[in-house]
């Protein structure tokens, strides 16, 4: 499995980013896949940012993404998107996309998104 994020960068407080996740090369069909974003800033542990079941119709945010955080798939695609509005210095971090089926997850290489004026 193969995950290539994209769409990070440098943000001032309050804007927005649209991070995207190609996924490519699943043993099984990638709408059959939860996928996800994690990010993890220095000196912390990954912390779970959002997660979406195969086929979109239910999502799952960590607390402090909630209202501003949107995420989404294309399973025609095989896309992942995390929407980040309202960002906050305290979201700097590297964007990691995942996907998971059964006991088995992937990792992307991350994408580092800096929120600073």
């Known amino acids: 499995v193969q995950l290539v994020e994209s769409g990070g960068g440098l943000v001032q407080p309050g804007g927005s980013l649209r991070l995207s996740c190609a996924a490519s090369g699943f043993t099984f069909t990638f709408s059959s896949y939860d996928m996800g974003w994690y990010r993890q800033a220095p000196g912390k542990a990954r912390e779970l940012v959002a997660t979406?079941?195969?086929?979109?119709?239910?999502?799952n945010y960590a607390d402090s993404m909630k209202g501003r955080f949107t995420i989404s798939r294309d399973n025609a695609k095989n896309q992942v998107y995390l929407q980040m509005n309202s960002l906050k210095p305290e979201d700097t971090a590297v964007y990691y996309c995942?996907?998971?089926?059964?006991?088995?997850?992937?990792w992307g290489q991350g994408t580092q998104v800096t929120v600073s004026s």
């Open positions: 979406i079941t195969p086929s979109g119709g239910s999502t």
């Open positions: 995942y996907a998971a089926r059964g006991s088995v997850a992937s």
